[in-house]
């Protein structure tokens, strides 16, 4: 049975930083590419970073580059978001989720395997 666990979320400051895990289970964890989503109350879940299999290749959006990063350590089965200088508007719950294939892809529907998310609150 595939799991995807998120931790590290809580509520944070604006201007301050937190760190996300994501440990998986019951999959190849190294063989698939993985990304970190958001979604906030009343919005549509959005991407937030994506990574490939071996952490070569990276890809965020917009509103985050710049301020987070997204690692992985596949002979510990855990991916990671360091989130820095944080806004109100990074407040959502955060999900993991593996992809289909190594590669990473900015489609949602490429990412088939989900964690149960992690929220994240930041106050001004």
């Known amino acids: 049975q595939v799991q995807l666990v998120e931790s590290g979320g809580g509520l944070v400051q604006a201007g301050g930083s937190l760190r996300l895990s994501c440990v998986g289970s019951?999959?190849?964890?190294?063989?698939?590419?993985m990304g970190w989503f958001r979604q906030a109350p009343g919005k549509e879940r959005e991407l937030v970073a994506v990574?490939?299999?071996?952490?070569?290749?990276?890809y965020y959006s917009d509103s985050v580059k710049g301020r987070f990063t997204i690692s992985r350590e596949n002979a510990e089965n855990t991916m990671y978001l360091q989130m820095n200088n944080v806004t109100p508007d990074d407040t959502a719950v955060y999900y993991c989720?593996?992809?289909?294939?190594?590669?990473?892809?900015?489609?949602?529907?490429?990412?088939?395997?989900w964690g149960q998310g992690t929220q994240v609150t930041v106050s001004s």
């Open positions: 990574i490939s299999w071996n952490g070569d290749s990276t």
């Open positions: 989720a593996a992809g289909r294939y190594p590669k990473w892809s900015t489609n949602q529907n490429y990412y088939d395997k």
């Open positions: 019951g999959l190849t964890f190294g063989a698939y590419a």
